[in-house]
């Protein structure tokens, strides 16, 4: 649905516009419902992602809403994520057109999901994230910085001037962004060595013989 | 910081490196697929030209979308079999151990691993499904990963993590009859919140843990991701000894003493160190039902539905959600709430040990006009072993279905599903809106002896007062004795692991 390219490389910055999905413990069944599983690519996911909730607001929610279109930093409140560990959800928000998350917090497995395909996912005070949705309903043309390197995301807004909100990730998943080692299989590859030393002690690999 | 707990020393053993972006690079002792969340992997794998690192550490099922009518092949949704075909195909092109339909050992990749003695103490154990948590039941380190972690764990047969604060859960007392461990991590997590155990892992531990069988403490760590944990376990003592020895993949002879003697040693020291702990007592936990849209919305079948002003000022927001979505009204009993369909299954409440339970509630009794109630083993040898004792039979006296080994109704993959509004009393792990296969379709979780209690007496019932009346067997009271060790003559291609 997106005509974005995806993340590839080191990430510190994204630009682009907001949208706020009010609630809290959003599941990933809600964000992509299980018969959208049945398929052995991730390539057409983008006309699942909150395909039922969609379908119980008839147009009316923001995944639909005209002014969302296009958006692609979206702002949650707390555990979003929560549930199966389908990367399906993820890679459905990715390919509708999201590229970064702001949120109370999420669930870890979901950000461990987000992070291995580049979209990092900020979390900030819930009287900011609330703020934040709200700036983005009265002006949902403006674009939104997030800033990895400052570690803050900004509203430009000409209706409600500048606005900078402050965002927290930790160090180490910040890092493989900024650094763009956040596609963690050469990496891991790299230490063949020392995965061969680490088996050769662990007794059940060889049945206790 | 935690210091000389399991978790410490199984994350000790298993640390290959320290990885550039400041996470840590983990060996997986044990790696388990199904359909569902691997034919990417496979695919990122071979684009990348990729082999895989150890293909004897790696074992396959299918098992969420397999129907449990008829599983005759090709399977009779061309999606469902295109997914399983490419799961054989990917399992052939890389040399790894599947358990297929009708091999005797397929079955809920959660319920399959630990009968086949796959699952170890000390193992780090990885799943392309959240409730890989289960494992821990065995003193292993086993998370839920998705299908990029699949890809480098295929590549690699390591991860990269970062390590958990580790919180003790004591649980003083004992589980009263007719109480399950369901009943007593659905109470856990209603205490401590959907997210109470993000960024931890969860050990429990107290009496009522030691007490509890290895089927038991399966279906405690199966929910400890509902409750926010990635990974929840209880330290390997005889009890988990005594279930692994004879089983197929597990030591034996010599060997299984030098096992015994390792995970002996890797259990949490008297000294262990813990970032944080909270106590419970079990003998006052009730049989405990979900009213809401969360795991975590849950009460005491004798309690009501909670009014707002019961509820903390955070959690209202959402309860307006499932007063509306599951059309119950606050301050209401949720005992008497008319149920349309009961299933009981799953990688939660799918094995022997749960079906002896509910068996004993439904014998002599019958499903009550208008409700649908089915039963779905775990695996092929639950549904084997339950069938030598007679349960199906009692099943099916009293009304139920008795349907074929997979994750059915639990997330309806699968042709097993709600319909509409249908509101279901399920043994299985989740609530969420539309889990159960209907966009508007709702859902009361229960232990298995409480959805056979729902679907006798058409409503939500407390199943002491079923088990009061005096002609219910003895085993539906906990703890039930530990189902034997499998030991047929079913392949033994992964007996090698």
């Known amino acids: ?209 | 910081m935690s210091a000389g707990t399991l978790y410490d020393k199984v994350w000790d053993l298993h640390r290959v490196s320290e990885l550039p972006g400041g996470s840590t690079q983990l060996f997986i002792g044990l790696h388990l697929i199904h359909e569902v969340t691997s034919p990417q992997a496979f695919a990122a794998l071979r684009d990348l030209g990729l082999s895989v690192r150890h293909p004897e550490r790696t074992v396959a099922t299918v098992d969420h979308i397999v129907p449990t009518t008829s599983q005759a092949r090709p399977l009779a949704d061309p999606l469902a079999e295109e997914m399983l075909a490419t799961l054989e195909r990917n399992c052939a092109e890389h040399g790894i151990t599947l358990h297929g339909l009708g091999s005797g050992r397929q079955g809920i990749v959660h319920v399959i691993a630990p009968e086949l003695g796959l699952t170890q103490p000390g193992m780090t154990v990885a799943c392309g499904d959240s409730h890989t948590s289960t494992h821990g039941a065995f003193g292993a380190i086993a998370f839920g990963i998705g299908t990029s972690q699949v890809r480098d764990v295929l590549a690699s047969q390591s991860l990269a993590m970062t390590k958990l604060k580790v919180r003790r859960i004591w649980v003083d007392g004992q589980l009263q009859p007719g109480v399950f461990a369901k009943d007593l991590v659905l109470h856990i997590i209603r205490t401590l919140g959907v997210k109470g155990g993000v960024g931890h892992a969860y050990e429990f531990a107290g009496p009522a843990i030691e007490a509890l069988s290895m089927e038991e403490r399966m279906t405690l760590c199966n929910m400890a991701i509902e409750g926010g944990a990635r990974c929840g376990y209880v330290n390997p003592d005889q009890t988990t000894f005594d279930y692994l020895r004879g089983r197929p993949c597990a030591p034996s002879g010599e060997a299984w003493e030098r096992a015994v003697a390792w995970w002996s040693g890797l259990a949490s020291g008297a000294d262990a160190v813990f970032d944080d702990e909270v106590r419970f007592d079990a003998a006052a936990i009730a049989p405990t039902v979900t009213w809401g849209i969360t795991p975590g919305q849950g009460i005491g079948v004798d309690e009501t539905v909670p009014t707002p002003d019961q509820l903390d000022p955070d959690d209202r927001a959402l309860a307006g959600e499932a007063y509306q979505y599951m059309d119950l009204r606050p301050g209401v009993p949720i005992a008497g709430t008319p149920v349309d369909v009961c299933f009981i299954g799953s990688c939660t409440n799918g094995r022997l040990s749960d079906l002896r339970a509910a068996a004993a509630v439904a014998s002599g009794r019958q499903v009550a006009a208008g409700i649908r109630a089915f039963v779905v083993p775990g695996s092929e040898q639950v549904a084997a072993a339950a069938e030598a004792e007679g349960l199906d039979a009692v099943f099916r006296a009293a009304g139920f279905e008795w349907r074929q080994p997979g994750c059915s109704m639990c997330l309806a993959m699968n042709p097993d599903r709600l319909e509409g509004r249908q509101l279901s009393a399920s043994s299985s792990n989740r609530n969420f809106k539309g889990r159960q296969g209907s966009a508007s379709g709702r859902t009361l979780l229960m232990s298995p002896a409480m959805v056979a209690a729902a679907a006798v007496a058409g409503q939500v019932v407390d199943v002491r007062r079923l088990l009061a009346d005096g002609d219910a067997s003895p085993s539906a009271t906990r703890p039930g004795s530990e189902p034997s060790p499998e030991l047929s003559s079913a392949p033994s291609a992964a007996s090698r692991l």
């Open chain 1, 1 to 209: 649905m997106s005509h974005q390219p995806l993340p590839a490389g080191p990430i510190s910055a994204h630009r682009g516009r907001g949208l706020p999905l009010p609630g809290a413990d959003i599941d990933t069944d809600r964000i992509i419902p299980a018969r959208f599983l049945k398929c052995v690519t991730f390539e057409n996911l983008a006309t699942g992602v909150f395909a039922d909730d969609r379908s119980e607001r008839s147009g009316d929610h923001p995944f639909d809403r005209d002014e969302h279109q296009g958006a692609s930093v979206l702002v949650v409140n707390r555990n979003f994520g929560c549930g199966s560990s389908r990367e399906h959800a993820p890679q459905a928000l990715m390919r509708w057109g999201i590229r970064a998350l702001v949120g109370e917090s999420f669930a870890e497995i979901f950000f461990g999901n987000c992070l291995a395909l580049g979209l990092p996912c900020l979390t900030a005070d819930p009287a900011h994230v609330a703020e934040l949705q709200e700036a983005i309903a009265v002006d949902p043309g403006a674009e939104l910085l997030v800033d990895l390197e400052a570690m803050e995301v900004v509203l430009e807004s000409e209706f409600a001037g500048d606005n900078r909100w402050p965002v927290t990730l930790d160090p180490g998943p910040r890092r493989m962004l900024l650094t763009g080692h956040w596609d963690g299989t050469s990496q891991l590859l790299a230490h063949d060595a020392e995965l061969s030393a680490t088996a050769a002690v662990l007794p059940y690999l060889s049945g206790f013989r």
